[in-house]
């Protein structure tokens, strides 16, 4: 993550209410992260300023139209909403490097590979918004899917390459295209100067980078780290959908990542042998990864050999629910 946007003002407005601030730091280890969450927003903190909610794209640019005319900076966090410390971290990040930051909750049908998936989707506009308000957010765009794919609409943003191995694969084309099709959408409605998007999606952070540099749109793209659970899961809406067997195998990816880097550790330099560590530590813990893969960040091709940059990426099923999972590899120390 950066958050030293050389052209964006820095603004330690420090308006993280301060029951949600608690929420956010260790606070009862008896808790998951996401309940300590929801136990500050239900709390009513008084802190937590107010923020409006948007529905169309136009009331979104007459919002943003004195900020952008003052010259002030727009920052940009696209999610689906269930919005937990992950997204929160996001929020966080465009809170003190820019002006105004938007939200947008928006479960876009169109990157759901799978109907029933979609149909389970957690939605609760009012909670997300509160914890929006409270991390610090504006403004929350929150349009139906009529507003974004109007009748007639027939327009897709395909990214290739980047976004046809591993999670194209597995989910198909139609998903990244699904995504890559909002964001621009996305982006184009806001106009932020600064967007901020989650390392645990890796490869969308990628395809993202790539149709913006291939469409020349005007927007700075960061990417803030994964935030985890104490036992190194990462957050993820989905990991509500573990039943507690599930729960308790869920760290697994984490624990194949870091079985990866371990074997680095020790002086392994075979792709294929790091990633087979990986495995064993998953296997180890009665998780089969669909994938546990060395890639290069930027093209999410397998990597030849271990210099330069290396992404370890995972995916895996764990009692029905897909959960995915990435760390850069460190080599000497180093990034690798
Ligand atoms: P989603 O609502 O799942 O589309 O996610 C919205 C944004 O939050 C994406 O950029 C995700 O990569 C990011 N995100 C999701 N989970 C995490 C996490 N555990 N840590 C950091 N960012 C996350």
């Keep these: 993550m950066s958050t030293s946007a050389p052209h964006c003002a820095v ?9 949600l601030t608690a929420a956010l730091s260790a606070g009862d280890p008896s808790t998951t992260a996401t309940e300590r969450t929801r136990a500050a927003v239900s709390a009513g903190d008084p802190s937590i300023p107010r923020m409006r909610t948007v529905r169309t794209i136009a009331a979104l640019r007459e919002a943003l139209l ?35 930051v938007v939200v947008s909750l928006f479960v876009n049908p169109r990157q759901f590979d799978d109907a029933a998936d979609l149909a389970a989707y957690p939605r609760d506009e009012a909670r997300d918004a509160g ?33 046809e191995p591993l999670e194209g694969a597995h989910r198909g084309a139609a998903h990244f295209d699904g995504v890559a099709t909002v964001v621009t959408k996305l982006l184009n409605a806001a106009g932020p100067d600064l967007a901020y998007f989650g390392a645990k999606d890796a490869q969308q952070v990628a395809v993202v ?9 005007p927007v700075r793209i960061e990417t803030v780290p994964t935030a985890r659970e104490p036992d190194g899961l990462a957050l993820s809406s989905r990991n509500a959908r573990l039943s507690p067997d599930d729960r308790a195998r869920a760290p697994a ?10 074997a680095v550790d020790e002086g392994e330099r075979e792709p294929a042998a790091v990633a087979a560590a990986g495995r064993a530590a998953m296997a180890g813990l009665d998780v089969e990864p669909e994938y546990l893969e060395l890639v290069d960040p930027a093209t999410f091709a397998p990597v030849a050999a271990l ?7 995972v995916a895996a099923t764990v009692g029905g629910v ?11 120390g180093r990034s690798s």
């Design 11 to 19: 603004v330690g407005r420090g308006r993280l209410g301060t029951a």
């Design 66 to 100: 004195p900020a952008r005319h003052s010259g002030r900076t727009i920052g940009l966090v696209p999610t689906m909403g269930s919005l937990h410390e992950g997204h929160l971290s996001l929020v966080a990040a465009a809170r003190v490097a820019c002006d105004v």
């Design 131 to 163: 914890l929006a308000a409270g991390g610090g957010a504006d403004l929350v765009f929150a349009p139906d899917a009529a507003e974004l794919y109007p009748a007639g609409f027939a327009t897709t943003v395909g990214v290739r390459s980047v976004a």
């Design 209 to 217: 980078r790539r149709l913006v540099a291939d469409l020349a749109i």
């Design 253 to 262: 990816l984490h624990a194949g990542l870091t079985a990866a880097q371990a």
């Design 307 to 313: 210099h330069g940059e290396v992404l370890a990426v």
């Design 322 to 332: 897909r959960l995915i999972d990435n760390r850069t590899l460190t080599l000497d």
